[in-house]
Nanobody, 130 residues
Framework: QPRLVESGGGLVQPGGSLRLSCQAS????????IAWYRQAPGKEREGISY????????YYKDSVKGRFTISRDIGRNTVYLQMDSLKQEDPAVYYC???????????????????????WGQGTLVTVSS
């Protein structure tokens, strides 16, 4: 049974918004770094954002900076990705991943191997179309 479950994907028009959720079961997300990745058809999986488990700082890839916001709800053991001003280049399967701060930083910011991250959800599909 997956320990991370994403939800919230769907079809939205360009300029629209979606909020993705990443809920953990069986372990506490609070002290872990959580990353959001996406993978479009025929493309590599790319890390687009993460939230630190140490100081709760956040990081965004340039392509989503200013449009996406990552946050966490400790009580719900859930991390969110608020996606606003969605564009034609945003459609993909969106995944969340959890691991230590060091590994997530290396994977997302330094472009390291995302398969090094321990826990993954099954993904949620985001489609942008008019």
């Amino acid at each position: 049974q997956p320990r991370l479950v994403e939800s919230g994907g769907g079809l939205v028009q360009p300029g629209g918004s979606l909020r993705l959720s990443c809920q953990a079961s069986g372990f506490n997300l609070d002290s872990l770094a959580i990353a959001w990745y996406r993978q479009a058809p025929g493309k590599e999986r790319e890390g687009i954002s993460y939230i630190s488990g140490i100081d709760k700082s956040t990081y965004y890839k340039d392509s989503v900076k200013g449009r996406f916001t990552i946050s966490r709800d400790i009580g719900r053991n859930t991390v969110y990705l608020q996606m606003d001003s969605l564009k034609q280049e945003d459609p993909a399967v969106y995944y969340c991943a959890a691991d230590t701060n060091t590994l997530v930083f290396e994977a997302v910011v330094k472009g390291g191997n995302y398969t090094d991250l321990e826990d993954w959800g099954q993904g949620t599909l985001v489609t942008v179309s008019s």
